[in-house]
Protein backbone atom coordinates (compact mmCIF):
# COMPACT_ATOMS: atom_id res chain seq x y z
CA UNK A 1 0.00 0.00 0.00
CA UNK A 2 2.83 2.55 0.90
CA UNK A 3 4.27 2.06 -2.51
CA UNK A 4 1.68 2.51 -4.26
CA UNK A 5 0.56 5.34 -2.80
CA UNK A 6 3.82 6.40 -3.55
CA UNK A 7 4.06 5.48 -7.06
CA UNK A 8 0.57 7.51 -7.06
CA UNK A 9 2.03 10.42 -5.31
CA UNK A 10 4.75 11.02 -8.20
CA UNK A 11 2.25 10.28 -10.93
CA UNK A 12 0.43 13.18 -9.91
CA UNK A 13 3.47 15.58 -9.21
CA UNK A 14 4.72 14.52 -12.83
CA UNK A 15 1.95 14.82 -14.17
CA UNK A 16 1.01 18.71 -13.04
CA UNK A 17 3.20 20.20 -16.04
CA UNK A 18 2.39 18.00 -18.19
CA UNK A 19 -1.66 18.25 -17.78
CA UNK A 20 -0.79 22.55 -18.09
CA UNK A 21 0.56 21.90 -21.24
CA UNK A 22 -1.90 19.95 -22.44
CA UNK A 23 -4.61 21.89 -21.99
CA UNK A 24 -2.48 24.88 -23.19
CA UNK A 25 -2.44 23.17 -26.52
CA UNK A 26 -5.57 22.08 -26.15
CA UNK A 27 -7.15 26.13 -26.17
CA UNK A 28 -4.73 26.68 -29.39
CA UNK A 29 -5.61 24.14 -31.28
CA UNK A 30 -8.98 23.82 -30.57
CA UNK A 31 -9.36 27.67 -32.41
CA UNK A 32 -7.07 26.02 -35.45
CA UNK A 33 -3.61 26.90 -34.49
CA UNK A 34 -1.11 24.38 -34.74
CA UNK A 35 1.11 24.99 -31.21
CA UNK A 36 4.03 22.74 -31.35
CA UNK A 37 5.76 25.36 -29.15
CA UNK A 38 4.81 23.97 -25.96
CA UNK A 39 7.98 22.66 -24.82
CA UNK A 40 9.74 26.42 -25.97
CA UNK A 41 7.00 28.46 -24.27
CA UNK A 42 7.56 26.09 -20.92
CA UNK A 43 11.31 26.37 -21.08
CA UNK A 44 11.29 29.80 -21.20
CA UNK A 45 9.20 29.90 -18.49
CA UNK A 46 11.03 27.93 -16.51
CA UNK A 47 14.21 30.04 -16.58
CA UNK A 48 12.22 33.44 -16.01
CA UNK A 49 10.25 31.98 -13.08
CA UNK A 50 13.44 30.59 -11.51
CA UNK A 51 15.80 34.01 -12.10
CA UNK A 52 13.10 36.36 -10.91
CA UNK A 53 12.00 33.78 -7.94
CA UNK A 54 15.99 33.89 -7.02
CA UNK A 55 16.24 37.88 -7.17
CA UNK A 56 12.75 38.77 -6.10
CA UNK A 57 12.78 35.87 -3.31
CA UNK A 58 9.12 35.56 -4.14
CA UNK A 59 7.58 32.57 -5.89
CA UNK A 60 4.53 34.11 -6.19
CA UNK A 61 7.05 36.51 -8.41
CA UNK A 62 8.70 33.90 -10.05
CA UNK A 63 5.54 32.61 -11.32
CA UNK A 64 4.20 35.94 -12.74
CA UNK A 65 7.69 36.47 -14.54
CA UNK A 66 6.82 33.01 -16.01
CA UNK A 67 3.46 33.37 -17.47
CA UNK A 68 4.41 36.35 -18.73
CA UNK A 69 7.72 34.99 -20.42
CA UNK A 70 5.39 32.14 -21.81
CA UNK A 71 2.29 34.40 -22.99
CA UNK A 72 5.30 36.77 -24.90
CA UNK A 73 6.24 33.60 -26.68
CA UNK A 74 2.65 32.92 -27.58
CA UNK A 75 1.90 36.38 -28.91
CA UNK A 76 5.01 36.05 -31.20
CA UNK A 77 3.79 32.84 -32.24
CA UNK A 78 0.28 34.26 -32.72
CA UNK A 79 1.66 37.06 -34.55
CA UNK A 80 3.84 35.26 -36.86
CA UNK A 81 0.11 32.63 -37.10
CA UNK A 82 -2.56 34.58 -37.02
CA UNK A 83 -1.54 38.25 -37.76
CA UNK A 84 0.41 37.11 -41.15
CA UNK A 85 -0.96 33.61 -42.09
CA UNK A 86 2.84 32.58 -41.68
CA UNK A 87 3.76 28.60 -41.22
CA UNK A 88 2.34 27.56 -38.21
CA UNK A 89 4.96 24.98 -37.97
CA UNK A 90 8.01 26.55 -38.40
CA UNK A 91 6.75 29.75 -36.04
CA UNK A 92 6.57 26.90 -33.06
CA UNK A 93 10.10 25.38 -33.81
CA UNK A 94 11.28 28.53 -34.05
CA UNK A 95 10.26 29.32 -30.85
CA UNK A 96 11.26 25.91 -28.95
CA UNK A 97 15.05 26.93 -30.85
CA UNK A 98 15.18 30.09 -29.78
CA UNK A 99 14.23 28.90 -26.15
CA UNK A 100 16.70 26.27 -26.27
CA UNK A 101 19.58 28.64 -27.21
CA UNK A 102 18.29 32.02 -25.52
CA UNK A 103 18.10 30.81 -21.59
CA UNK A 104 21.43 29.31 -21.27
CA UNK A 105 23.07 32.42 -22.71
CA UNK A 106 20.87 34.81 -20.48
CA UNK A 107 21.84 32.71 -17.44
CA UNK A 108 25.65 32.39 -18.39
CA UNK A 109 25.23 35.89 -18.79
CA UNK A 110 23.84 36.88 -15.76
CA UNK A 111 24.54 34.40 -13.15
CA UNK A 112 27.59 32.45 -14.21
CA UNK A 113 26.69 28.99 -13.54
CA UNK A 114 26.89 27.23 -16.57
CA UNK A 115 23.65 28.84 -18.01
CA UNK A 116 21.55 27.43 -14.83
CA UNK A 117 20.31 29.84 -12.49
CA UNK A 118 21.33 29.71 -8.53
CA UNK A 119 19.60 27.68 -6.32
CA UNK A 120 16.40 29.08 -4.81
CA UNK A 121 16.07 29.39 -0.89
CA UNK A 122 13.10 28.11 1.54
CA UNK A 123 10.99 31.70 0.88
CA UNK A 124 11.79 31.93 -3.05
CA UNK A 125 10.10 28.49 -3.76
CA UNK A 126 6.52 27.06 -3.62
CA UNK A 127 6.22 23.85 -0.65
CA UNK A 128 3.93 21.67 -0.24
CA UNK A 129 0.59 22.34 1.84
CA UNK A 130 -0.53 19.69 4.23
CA UNK A 131 -4.14 19.90 4.07
CA UNK A 132 -6.15 19.81 7.11
CA UNK A 133 -6.43 17.05 9.57
CA UNK A 134 -4.14 14.89 7.11
CA UNK A 135 -1.68 13.67 10.52
CA UNK A 136 -4.66 12.90 12.39
CA UNK A 137 -6.08 10.65 9.66
CA UNK A 138 -2.87 9.39 8.36
CA UNK A 139 -3.12 6.14 10.53
CA UNK A 140 -7.18 5.18 9.06
CA UNK A 141 -6.87 2.40 6.54
CA UNK A 142 -7.41 2.63 3.05
CA UNK A 143 -9.48 6.05 3.09
CA UNK A 144 -6.91 8.15 5.45
CA UNK A 145 -4.23 7.25 3.93
CA UNK A 146 -5.68 8.36 0.47
CA UNK A 147 -6.24 11.28 1.73
CA UNK A 148 -3.03 12.18 4.39
CA UNK A 149 -0.64 10.62 1.87
CA UNK A 150 -1.85 11.41 -1.84
CA UNK A 151 -4.10 14.23 -2.07
CA UNK A 152 -2.12 16.11 0.95
CA UNK A 153 1.18 17.42 0.98
CA UNK A 154 1.36 18.84 -2.81
CA UNK A 155 2.71 22.81 -4.05
CA UNK A 156 -0.20 24.86 -4.74
CA UNK A 157 0.36 24.68 -8.46
CA UNK A 158 -0.83 20.82 -8.19
CA UNK A 159 -4.31 22.13 -6.08
CA UNK A 160 -4.52 25.13 -9.20
CA UNK A 161 -4.44 22.64 -11.91
CA UNK A 162 -7.05 20.20 -10.12
CA UNK A 163 -9.13 23.27 -10.20
CA UNK A 164 -8.40 23.96 -13.22
CA UNK A 165 -9.23 21.22 -15.19
CA UNK A 166 -13.15 21.16 -14.97
CA UNK A 167 -12.62 25.13 -15.27
CA UNK A 168 -11.33 24.17 -18.83
CA UNK A 169 -13.84 21.70 -20.00
CA UNK A 170 -16.87 24.31 -18.69
CA UNK A 171 -15.12 27.04 -20.91
CA UNK A 172 -14.54 24.71 -23.59
CA UNK A 173 -17.85 23.01 -23.74
CA UNK A 174 -20.28 25.63 -21.58
CA UNK A 175 -19.34 28.99 -22.11
CA UNK A 176 -19.94 31.85 -25.18
CA UNK A 177 -16.30 31.91 -25.85
CA UNK A 178 -15.54 28.06 -26.14
CA UNK A 179 -18.22 27.98 -28.71
CA UNK A 180 -16.87 30.35 -30.06
CA UNK A 181 -13.23 28.66 -30.25
CA UNK A 182 -14.59 25.61 -31.26
CA UNK A 183 -16.28 27.34 -34.07
CA UNK A 184 -13.47 28.74 -35.31
CA UNK A 185 -11.21 25.73 -35.12
CA UNK A 186 -13.83 23.90 -37.55
CA UNK A 187 -15.22 26.27 -39.78
CA UNK A 188 -13.67 29.71 -39.46
CA UNK A 189 -15.17 31.28 -42.46
CA UNK A 190 -18.60 30.47 -41.35
CA UNK A 191 -17.56 31.68 -37.68
CA UNK A 192 -16.85 35.07 -39.46
CA UNK A 193 -20.15 35.30 -41.43
CA UNK A 194 -21.52 34.64 -38.20
CA UNK A 195 -20.01 37.99 -36.72
CA UNK A 196 -17.48 36.26 -34.80
CA UNK A 197 -13.65 37.68 -35.05
CA UNK A 198 -11.64 35.03 -35.94
CA UNK A 199 -8.23 36.57 -34.77
CA UNK A 200 -9.44 37.72 -31.75
CA UNK A 201 -10.54 34.36 -30.60
CA UNK A 202 -7.38 32.81 -31.49
CA UNK A 203 -5.29 35.64 -29.78
CA UNK A 204 -7.06 34.82 -26.77
CA UNK A 205 -6.23 30.83 -27.06
CA UNK A 206 -2.63 31.65 -27.51
CA UNK A 207 -2.60 33.96 -24.77
CA UNK A 208 -4.83 31.66 -22.05
CA UNK A 209 -2.24 28.71 -23.71
CA UNK A 210 0.79 31.08 -22.77
CA UNK A 211 -0.61 31.28 -19.03
CA UNK A 212 -1.38 27.71 -18.79
CA UNK A 213 2.26 26.81 -20.06
CA UNK A 214 3.94 29.66 -17.15
CA UNK A 215 2.51 27.88 -15.20
CA UNK A 216 3.77 24.58 -16.02
CA UNK A 217 7.16 26.23 -16.80
CA UNK A 218 7.40 27.70 -13.13
CA UNK A 219 6.25 24.26 -11.73
CA UNK A 220 9.72 22.90 -12.76
CA UNK A 221 11.83 25.36 -11.50
CA UNK A 222 10.27 26.95 -8.72
CA UNK A 223 9.04 24.03 -6.65
CA UNK A 224 10.44 20.67 -8.75
CA UNK A 225 13.88 21.33 -8.45
CA UNK A 226 14.45 24.80 -7.09
CA UNK A 227 16.19 26.30 -9.88
CA UNK A 228 16.35 26.56 -13.63
CA UNK A 229 18.51 24.15 -15.33
CA UNK A 230 19.75 23.79 -19.04
CA UNK A 231 16.97 21.80 -21.35
CA UNK A 232 15.07 21.06 -17.82
CA UNK A 233 11.83 20.68 -19.60
CA UNK A 234 13.06 17.40 -21.31
CA UNK A 235 10.25 16.60 -24.14
CA UNK A 236 7.71 17.27 -21.83
CA UNK A 237 5.67 19.61 -24.18
CA UNK A 238 6.23 17.15 -26.63
CA UNK A 239 4.60 14.57 -24.58
CA UNK A 240 1.66 16.73 -23.50
CA UNK A 241 1.46 17.06 -27.56
CA UNK A 242 1.44 13.46 -27.59
CA UNK A 243 -1.19 13.34 -24.89
CA UNK A 244 -3.31 15.86 -26.55
CA UNK A 245 -3.79 13.71 -29.86
CA UNK A 246 -4.38 10.72 -27.62
CA UNK A 247 -7.19 12.67 -26.03
CA UNK A 248 -8.47 13.72 -29.53
CA UNK A 249 -8.01 17.56 -28.37
CA UNK A 250 -10.91 16.87 -25.61
CA UNK A 251 -9.78 18.00 -22.28
CA UNK A 252 -10.68 14.93 -19.77
CA UNK A 253 -9.41 12.67 -22.35
CA UNK A 254 -5.97 14.28 -22.57
CA UNK A 255 -5.60 14.14 -19.09
CA UNK A 256 -5.79 10.80 -18.52
CA UNK A 257 -3.13 10.65 -21.47
CA UNK A 258 -0.76 12.89 -19.28
CA UNK A 259 -1.71 10.74 -16.18
CA UNK A 260 -0.53 7.94 -18.32
CA UNK A 261 2.54 9.29 -19.27
CA UNK A 262 3.56 9.96 -15.95
CA UNK A 263 2.81 6.77 -14.05
CA UNK A 264 5.15 5.09 -16.61
CA UNK A 265 7.72 8.13 -16.12
CA UNK A 266 7.09 7.89 -12.01
CA UNK A 267 7.61 3.73 -12.58
CA UNK A 268 10.46 4.12 -14.75
CA UNK A 269 12.05 6.04 -11.59
CA UNK A 270 11.69 3.29 -9.17
CA UNK A 271 12.34 0.43 -11.65
CA UNK A 272 16.10 1.60 -12.35
CA UNK A 273 18.39 -1.25 -10.14
CA UNK A 274 15.74 -2.84 -9.17
CA UNK A 275 15.68 -7.09 -9.31
CA UNK A 276 13.18 -8.30 -11.23
CA UNK A 277 12.06 -11.76 -10.73
CA UNK A 278 13.39 -13.92 -13.76
CA UNK A 279 14.71 -11.31 -15.59
CA UNK A 280 16.42 -9.91 -13.27
CA UNK A 281 18.12 -5.99 -13.75
CA UNK A 282 17.08 -4.00 -16.60
CA UNK A 283 19.58 -1.77 -18.00
CA UNK A 284 18.93 1.88 -16.48
CA UNK A 285 18.89 3.12 -20.58
CA UNK A 286 15.97 0.60 -21.11
CA UNK A 287 13.94 1.74 -17.99
CA UNK A 288 14.54 5.37 -18.93
CA UNK A 289 12.81 5.05 -22.17
CA UNK A 290 10.17 3.80 -21.08
CA UNK A 291 7.64 6.90 -21.46
CA UNK A 292 8.84 7.80 -24.60
CA UNK A 293 8.43 4.36 -25.81
CA UNK A 294 4.72 4.34 -24.34
CA UNK A 295 4.24 7.29 -26.57
CA UNK A 296 5.17 5.97 -29.62
CA UNK A 297 2.81 3.29 -29.32
CA UNK A 298 -0.06 5.17 -28.07
CA UNK A 299 0.11 7.63 -31.45
CA UNK A 300 0.71 4.91 -33.68
CA UNK A 301 -2.68 3.31 -32.39
CA UNK A 302 -4.93 6.26 -31.86
CA UNK A 303 -3.64 9.06 -33.86
CA UNK A 304 -5.09 7.66 -36.91
CA UNK A 305 -8.18 7.69 -35.21
CA UNK A 306 -8.09 10.83 -33.46
CA UNK A 307 -9.98 13.74 -35.85
CA UNK A 308 -8.30 17.05 -35.49
CA UNK A 309 -10.32 20.14 -35.26
CA UNK A 310 -10.72 20.91 -39.82
CA UNK A 311 -8.95 24.44 -39.75
CA UNK A 312 -6.41 22.99 -37.93
CA UNK A 313 -2.87 24.72 -39.51
CA UNK A 314 -4.70 26.41 -42.09
CA UNK A 315 -4.40 30.16 -42.29
CA UNK A 316 -7.47 32.04 -42.44
CA UNK A 317 -7.81 34.64 -44.91
CA UNK A 318 -10.99 36.87 -44.48
CA UNK A 319 -13.19 36.44 -47.25
CA UNK A 320 -14.11 39.70 -49.70
Not at 68 to 76: D, F
Not at 177 to 190: I, K, T
Not at 305 to 319: C, D, E, T
Request: hydrophobic share 55%.
Amino acid sequence: MEQWLSLLDSTIRVATPLVLAALAGMFSERSGVVDIGLEGKMLVAAFASGAAAFVTHSPWLGLLAGVMAAVSMAMVHAFVSVTYNGNQLISGMAINTIASGITPVLGLAWFQQGGNTPQLDDDSRFHDITLPFADALSNVPVLGQLYSKLLSGHSILVYLTILIIPLVSWVVYRSRFGLRLRAVGENPHAADTAGVSVTRVRYIALFWGGVLCGMAGTFLSVYQTGSFIKEMTAGKGFLALAALIFGKWRPLPAVLGCLLFAFADALQIRLEGVDLPIVGQIPSQAIQVIPYVLTVLLLAGFVGRAVAPKAIGVPFVKSR
